[in-house]
């Protein structure tokens, strides 16, 4: 017979795949899953650098709604994104002219949901 004491501890872990979606009217909207394996992440190392530098408008979902992707960083699979200060977010200006200094902020791709929109997106 089992007893309380007997029950030891369980872990477990759960991957969250990262998603893209490309809006494109050219080749259809696309759907992309940045999976867990070496190969998946090399090919959206690539692929989200590319569209950067082709001038793609990447938005990753974040606690505070969609946020723009300034900057990604290939080798620790992160977006990132700049943190604007509670004043410049709400548009009110403080009395002081104590400006903070907007950071950048990490979110990282897996487990993430972004949409990337071309330039010719839209008209």
């Not at 080749?27 to 590319?50: F, M, P, Q, T, Y």
């Not at 620790?76 to 907007?102: E, F, G, H, N, Q």
Request: a positive charge; proline letters at 5%; glycine letters at 8%.
């Amino acid at each position: 017979m089992m007893t309380v004491n007997d029950v030891s501890d369980a872990e477990f872990s759960v991957f969250c795949p990262g998603v893209l979606e490309v809006l494109s009217i050219g080749k259809g909207d696309l759907r992309l899953s940045v999976g867990d394996s070496d190969e998946d992440r090399e090919r959206a190392r690539a692929l989200i650098e590319e569209m950067l530098r082709k001038g793609y408008s990447i938005f990753v979902e974040t606690d505070d709604g969609p946020e723009r992707v300034v900057a990604f960083n290939p080798r620790r699979m992160t977006y990132l994104i700049v943190d604007a200060p509670a004043a410049a977010a709400s548009r009110v200006r403080p009395r002081k002219a104590t400006r903070k200094k907007s950071g950048r902020r990490s979110v990282p791709v897996s487990g993430s949901r972004a949409t990337a929109v071309g330039r010719t997106a839209g008209g």
